[in-house]
């Protein structure tokens, strides 16, 4: 049973049109909820850590968010280079020795 | 610059081979960990460490083991490589800290073809 969920698993945009990915979670006690960029073949950037509802986080072009259920990661006028693989991961209350349960994965494309 | 090294890019390893998959951090982290990442399947856990001769299995243990005999170095074994162990392999470190949770850090993934 996922406990992380984000969606769409795909998303195609052209250069300038904002948009948002989604991460759904179901643990409980969440400890911190994490984004992560991915480039192909290379391994997972970190890019945001939020901890509780209402906080918000930027970077460039990019505002992340976070309410008791979900955390969306906003991206605002993207340009071709924002093009990845967008990964989430939750710790939560319990979770064995600090593992991070990850979602499947957000693939941007970004087209000029 | 916090960094983990992940000892090869690419290999390519024969059916029944034992392979060793080496990394390492540079920034005295306790906690260890290797994924597998295939596409539509995300990354899935392995094996984690969170000491030195200390393992967990993770969700995904089958046909591997670990070794972990210093803090800064955490190897994945394929103990006899197979077809459906072609994947891309990463390891990830993580410090124990009281109080607000840190993100884990990644290496730059090895991609392994078993043929």
């Known amino acids: 049973e996922d406990q992380v969920t984000q969606s769409p698993e795909a998303l195609r945009l052209q250069e300038g049109e904002s948009s948002s990915l989604n991460c759904s979670y179901t643990v409980s006690g969440l400890r911190g909820l994490f984004w992560y960029r991915q480039d192909p073949g290379k391994g997972p950037e970190f890019l945001f850590t939020?901890?509780?509802a209402g906080e918000e986080k930027e970077k460039e072009r990019l505002k992340a968010t976070l309410t008791k259920k979900e955390s969306f990661l906003h991206i605002t006028a993207p340009k071709p280079e924002d093009s990845a693989t967008y990964l989430c991961?939750?710790?939560?209350?319990?979770?064995?020795?600090?593992?991070?349960?990850f979602g499947r994965g957000t693939q941007l494309t970004v087209w000029p | 610059d916090v960094k983990v090294t992940q000892s090869s890019r690419y290999l390519v390893k024969r059916t029944g081979e034992k392979v060793f998959l080496e990394c390492v951090q540079d920034?005295?982290?306790?906690?260890m960990f290797w994924y597998r990442q295939d596409p539509g399947l995300g990354l899935r856990l392995i094996y984690f460490s969170y000491d030195v001769k200390m393992k967990e299995k993770g969700d995904i243990p089958e046909g591997y083991s670990v070794s972990r005999e210093k803090k800064e170095r955490f190897s994945l074994i394929l103990e006899s490589a197979s077809t459906n162990q072609t994947s891309m392999y990463l390891c990830?470190?993580?410090?124990?800290?009281?109080?607000?949770?840190?993100?884990?850090?990644f290496g730059q993934g090895t991609r392994l073809t078993v043929v």
């Open positions: 939020l901890y509780s």
């Open positions: 991961a939750v710790q939560a209350d319990g979770s064995t020795l600090g593992r991070l349960y």
């Open positions: 990830a470190s993580r410090p124990t800290r009281t109080g607000l949770n840190t993100e884990a850090f």
């Open positions: 920034m005295d982290h306790e906690n």
